[in-house]
T-cell receptor, first 114, second 113 residues
Framework: ETGVTQTPRHLVMGMTNKKSLKCEQHLGHNAMYWYKQSAKKPLELMFVYNFKEQTENNSVPSRFSPECPNSSHLFLHLHTLQPEDSALYLC?????????????FGPGTRLTVL | SQELEQSPQSLIVQEGKNLTINCTSSKTLYGLYWYKQKYGEGLIFLMMLQKGGEEKSHEKITAKLDEKKQQSSLHITASQPSHAGIYLCGAGDSGGGADGLTFGKGTHLIIQP
């Protein structure tokens, strides 16, 4: 247990569906992240939120829409996805220090787009 | 942007043997993070290195950062089945702050009994 939970753990959706991934951290951290892990590719950063404000969007298509209502919760809203969006989506959190950025990861949501 | 190359991509080691995984950066590393991932699960933090020549150990795992801060190695002594998984190195653009990390593709480690 890392203190970061993600739901659901598995999700199957059609290309016309709308779904949301949820992430919650119980560590009192101020920063939260979404990463995408596809087969045979490095883990890719998608979004960064710091004190609820989005500080980084790594050229992610608009069919992925993040939401961070507070420092403990992070959502990823999905709509009209493509089969190539099938991947493991990982959420992470960290406490912002001057010279240290250990990120704590959740177990991930395995997404399959049909 | 920073790129991290990991080698080898996969490794099969007999239980009890030692092994080394390498991570090479295209730029100077401000902070190098080693994580372990069980297949299909989240990442578990192992160690973080910042200073050139730094070395850290935890149980049977030792990580080093070279003096030029562009290469890191992870060494496992007397490997056990519990060491199996994917080892990932990650780096930030700066030492700290709320930066996303750039990761290598990972090294798949299999331990043979």
């Amino acid at each position: 247990e890392t203190g970061v939970t993600q739901t659901p753990r598995h999700l199957v959706m059609g290309m016309t569906n709308k779904k949301s991934l949820k992430c919650e951290q119980h560590l009192g951290h101020n920063a939260m992240y979404w990463y995408k892990q596809s087969a045979k590719k490095p883990l890719e950063l998608m979004f960064v939120y710091n004190f609820k404000e989005q500080t980084e969007n790594n050229s992610v298509p608009s069919r992925f829409s993040p939401e961070c209502p507070n420092s403990s919760h992070l959502f990823l809203h999905l709509h009209t996805l493509q089969p190539e969006d099938s991947a493991l989506y990982l959420c992470a959190s960290s406490q912002e220090w001057v010279d240290y950025n250990e990120q704590f990861f959740g177990p991930g949501t395995r997404l399959t787009v049909l | 942007s920073q790129e991290l190359e990991q080698s080898p991509q996969s490794l099969i080691v007999q239980e009890g043997k030692n092994l080394t995984i390498n991570c090479t950066s295209s730029k100077t590393l401000y902070g190098l993070y080693w994580y372990k991932q069980k297949y299909g699960e989240g990442l578990i933090f192992l160690m973080m290195l910042q200073k050139g020549g730094e070395e850290k150990s935890h149980e049977k795992i030792t990580a080093k950062l070279d003096e030029k801060k562009q290469q890191s190695s992870l060494h496992i002594t007397a490997s056990q089945p519990s060491h199996a998984g994917i080892y990932l190195c990650g780096a930030g653009d700066s030492g700290g702050g709320a930066d996303g990390l750039t990761f290598g593709k990972g090294t798949h480690l299999i331990i043979q009994p």
